[in-house]
């Protein structure tokens, strides 16, 4: 059974950095296609990011890009998201979510493996 869990959430101030992490388990992890999704109050879960288990290739929502950056460590079994320059609109629950597929995916119903969430708030 896949399972991942997120971590690195917290709160802070308009314009600076925070680092999510995401463990995986199982020895299959270098296979999963990995992404980040988040989701704000009210609002609807979007994709943010995203890299690909055969070429490594990453992917951006356009109001991320330029600021966020997802990288992998298969020896680790984790993906990371490192977040810089932070707004007050990228408050939300951030999930990291996993696909057995090559390709990587925006929608949710895409990915099949959830982790519970990690809190990112950014206020001054």
């Known amino acids: 059974q896949v399972q991942v869990v997120e971590s690195g959430g917290g709160l802070v101030q308009p314009g600076e950095s925070l680092r999510l992490s995401c463990a995986g388990s199982g020895s299959t992890f270098n296979y999963w296609t990995l992404a980040w999704f988040r989701q704000a109050p009210g609002k609807e879960r979007e994709f943010v990011a995203a890299?690909?288990?055969?070429?490594?290739?990453?992917y951006y929502a356009d109001p991320v890009k330029g600021r966020f950056t997802i990288s992998r460590d298969n020896a680790k079994n984790t993906v990371y998201l490192q977040m810089n320059s932070l707004k007050p609109e990228d408050a939300a629950v951030y999930y990291c979510?996993?696909?057995?597929?090559?390709?990587?995916?925006?929608?949710?119903?895409?990915?099949?493996?959830w982790g519970q969430g990690t809190q990112v708030t950014v206020s001054s």
């Open positions: 890299i690909s288990r055969s070429s490594g290739g990453t």
């Open positions: 979510a996993a696909r057995d597929y090559s390709n990587y995916a925006v929608r949710p119903a895409d990915y099949a493996y």
